[in-house]
């Protein structure tokens, strides 16, 4: 059984209720989680509450960057065994987990260097007066975050509101929550005060609806789908908090004629499938000029072909999905994709002797999808690639916008100008030219337009979304 962290301590849910983990790998139940309510969210938030009466709400930026920085050494320090924990808990290859785990100490290491180092401003202002803006704390900030990267999502959401004196209450996944559990472990052990991190498990529609609702808390951050995003909306309105919305996307990677595809396709592939295509940045649409159409085809359909899936410890190219909803929802979109007559150009390949009732699907490339496929148009979140063709720039530019989202982009062009007219064009949050890094850089402001959510995380712009500002205007004569 592992416990919850809630004011410092490793607790049961009052009730003593718990779930079930199981492992993507063979379907089997590993371990027990806490199935905290309610109740258990109320604890977490007062205990955050008075957290910021307290010691946290004391401590200097020097000091907040100090612990972030102790935090990240001593992920480092564990890296072994919190790449283990998250492989299991995910199902993701040992190599992507072990990424994971440098990436989330990159976050600790990141806002813990970057907590001293924001501030504010002396206005200038009438004469007899002195106008301070002061950059403070939102208060108490819930993280509700997903199951693709639980690490990686738990030090992008809660390194930059730590690093900005803000006490925090993350409600992870239920079926990826045994890496955070163990890093606000960690965290204690570096010395962050009783309060100031708390991580409560549970369902989404019970701690995570209670969590979003709850009148103590100040600011919510979200990763995950549409649905729940819109819900997260709504409970913030009716607290009046500030919320970030992080909801997935359909990325396309634009590739014209001139485009260097030796470079081009092996980033294509990878873009699609790490993380066995569960990654909100996923490069999941391919939009080809005409001329070189049949050439990436070929060329992509090789790679396909190469792609192999196995367990974690095989740590192949993809491990299984994260559980059996995820392997159905990839199953239902390529059965729609073969009941419309789409072209499957290549697949992957499934290692012999798989546990049966593991959650392992496979990698598909799909030739000449419609625009407005379903395929083409929604987030299927597994290792699919639809791939598409037009003709001229503004065309390519027409499709890439074709969508309801609006995360992550690729320009595959050698032509300067048309890397920056089309880069402009693209409606995205990211958009990367001759390059395709899913997920992105620690350092670079990230989230979405449109349907893909509102509100940037990463970066320094992070540490303003987390933080507020009073103006302090002084007549001294
Ligand atoms: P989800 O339901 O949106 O889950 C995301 C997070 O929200 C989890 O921590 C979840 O907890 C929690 N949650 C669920 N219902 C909630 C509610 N009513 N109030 C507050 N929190 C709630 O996503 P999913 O069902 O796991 O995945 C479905 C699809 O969402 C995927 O196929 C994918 O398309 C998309 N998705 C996108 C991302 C991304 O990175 N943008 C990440 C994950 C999923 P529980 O898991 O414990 O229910
Ligand atoms: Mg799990």
């Known amino acids: 059984m ?7 301590q490793s ?8 779930l079930d983990v199981l492992s993507p790998v063979d379907g089997q139940k590993f371990e027990e989680i806490p199935r905290g309510e309610k109740a258990d969210v109320d604890l977490a938030v007062n205990a955050a509450n008075k957290a910021l009466d307290s010691a946290w709400g004391k401590t200097t930026a020097l000091e907040r960057g100090r612990l972030l920085m102790k935090l990240g050494e001593k992920v480092l320090e564990h890296h072994a065994e919190l790449a283990a924990l998250e492989a299991r808990d995910t199902g993701k290859p040992m190599t992507t987990a072990k990424t994971d785990i440098t990436v989330l100490a990159r976050y600790f290491e990141f806002y813990g260097s970057a907590a001293d180092k924001i501030h504010g401003l002396v206005l200038p202002f009438l004469d007899g007066y002195t106008v301070n803006v002061l950059r403070e704390p939102l208060g108490v900030t819930a993280h509700i975050i997903p199951w693709n990267y639980p690490a990686q999502m738990l030090g992008r959401s809660i390194a930059p509101a730590l690093a900005m004196g803000n006490a925090v209450v993350v409600k992870p996944a239920e079926d990826a929550c045994l890496t955070p559990i163990r890093v606000a472990e960690l965290a204690r052990d570096v010395g962050f005060p009783d309060g100031a991190i708390n991580i409560v498990t549970g369902l989404g529609e019970e701690a995570g609806a209670a969590l979003s609702e709850h009148p103590g808390i100040n600011f919510i951050s979200f990763t995950g789908s549409n649905e729940v995003g819109v819900l997260i909306q709504k409970a913030a309105a009716k607290n009046v908090i500030k919320c970030v919305l992080e909801l997935g996307g359909k990325s ?12 081009a396709v092996p980033i294509i592939t990878r873009g699609i499938i790490a993380n066995t295509g569960q990654t909100c940045t996923a490069g999941s649409r391919l939009i080809v000029q005409k001329s070189i159409y049949p050439e990436i085809m070929d060329r992509l359909a090789k790679q396909f ?9 095989m740590d192949l190219d993809c491990g299984p999905v994260v559980n ?8 239902y979109f390529l ?4 009941k419309s007559g789409i072209e499957m150009v290549a697949q992957g390949v499934l290692s012999p002797g798989l546990p049966k009732e593991g959650y392992y699907v496979t990698p598909t490339l799909l030739g000449n999808v419609p625009a407005n496929h379903r395929c083409a148009q929604e987030e299927i979140f597994g290792p699919v690639l639809a791939a598409m063709s037009f003709d001229t720039e503004a065309e390519g530019i027409a499709l890439a916008n074709g969508t309801d989202f ?43 337009v449109k349907r893909s959510g509102h509100g940037r995380e990463k970066g320094f712009l992070a540490l303003e979304e987390l933080s507020t500002t009073k103006t302090v205007i002084n007549y001294h004569g």
């Open 406 to 448: 609006g995360l992550m982009a690729a320009v595959w062009t050698e032509n300067g100008g048309r890397q920056q007219r089309v880069s402009k064009a693209i409606k995205a949050g990211q958009v990367y030219i001759n390059a395709f890094g899913a997920g992105g850089g620690v350092e670079l402001p990230f989230g979405g």
């Open 305 to 313: 072909a190469q792609i192999k899936v196995g367990t974690p410890d």
């Open 11 to 18: 607790v049961n849910a009052l009730s003593g209720k718990v």
């Open 252 to 263: 396309p990677h634009v590739v014209f004629g001139d485009a260097d595809l030796d470079r």
């Open 324 to 331: 059996i909803a995820q392997r159905d929802r990839v199953a």
């Open 2 to 8: 592992t416990k919850m962290f809630i004011n410092g």
């Open 335 to 338: 059965k729609e994709a073969e």
